[in-house]
């Protein structure tokens, strides 16, 4: 099975501060790949998919990139509410596996 | 509004069995996929498996960690997917998720990805 791998496992920024969080999955998913987020205490909710398409009504700070292997979800200017924990995930086959995650702090 | 409620989470002990449903409404249950996710306490989530549409003869997929224990299944007459949980283990022990697959065609294939999520229900496993 594929595996993703985050990272890092957490980072701590300020508010205005550009946001790189990476997602690597160890063989090529072309751009199968979605992000969600997780305030905590919260439900997930999608922020991209395939790779770089915003879900609606998400903020036009966040962005992502990357296919193949190489991904990343940039926030341009981080937000005292964009404090959450935010997983990738492949969905190009089965199992759909998560990454373990990035929690951003203030 | 699109909604998806989960229910039927509670106490269980090892070995027994559970069924969780997801009851949907605000869009039309029978042209989608759901999945269902899980997330024990203070980890990360967990796909656990989803259901096709009827039109893609209502197939499944699992994660290798479920697959012969947990089962999906759906009844588009009352919009309700359901997960059967048996042999119950202490790792189970979770939040469990169902969501919404949003479904595009890439090439001769269909791509599934979650884009409406329940709020989910506890299950603990525990004698």
């Known amino acids: 099975d594929i595996q993703m791998t985050q990272s890092p496992s957490s980072l701590s920024a300020s508010v205005g501060d550009r946001v790189t969080v990476s997602c690597r999955a160890s063989?090529?998913?072309?751009?199968?790949l979605a992000w969600y987020q997780q305030k905590p205490g919260k439900v997930p909710r999608l922020l991209i998919y395939a790779a770089s398409t915003l879900q609606p009504g998400v903020p036009s700070r966040f962005s992502g990139s990357g296919s193949g292997t190489e991904f990343t979800l940039t926030i341009s200017s981080l937000q005292p509410e964009d404090v959450a924990t935010y997983y990738c995930?492949?969905?190009?086959?089965?199992?759909?596996?998560f990454g373990q995650g990035t929690k951003v702090e203030i | 509004e699109v909604q998806l409620v989960e229910s039927g989470g509670g106490l269980a002990q090892p070995g027994r069995s559970l069924r969780l449903s997801c009851t949907t409404s605000g869009f039309t249950f029978d042209v989608y996929a759901v999945s269902w996710v899980r997330q024990a306490p203070g980890k990360g989530l967990e796909w656990l498996g989803f259901?096709?549409?009827?039109?893609?003869?209502?197939?499944?997929e699992y994660a290798a960690s479920v697959r012969g224990r947990f089962t999906i299944s759906r009844d588009d007459s009352k919009s309700i997917a359901y997960l059967q949980m048996n042999s119950l283990k202490t790792e189970d022990t979770a939040v469990y998720y169902c969501t919404r697959d949003q479904r595009y065609s890439y090439g001769h294939y269909y791509y599934y990805y979650m884009d409406v999520w329940g709020k989910g229900t506890t299950v603990t496993v525990s004698s």
């Open positions: 259901i096709r549409s009827k039109a893609y003869s209502a197939t499944t």
């Open positions: 063989q090529g998913i072309t751009t199968f």
């Open positions: 995930q492949k969905y190009d086959s089965a199992p759909r596996t």
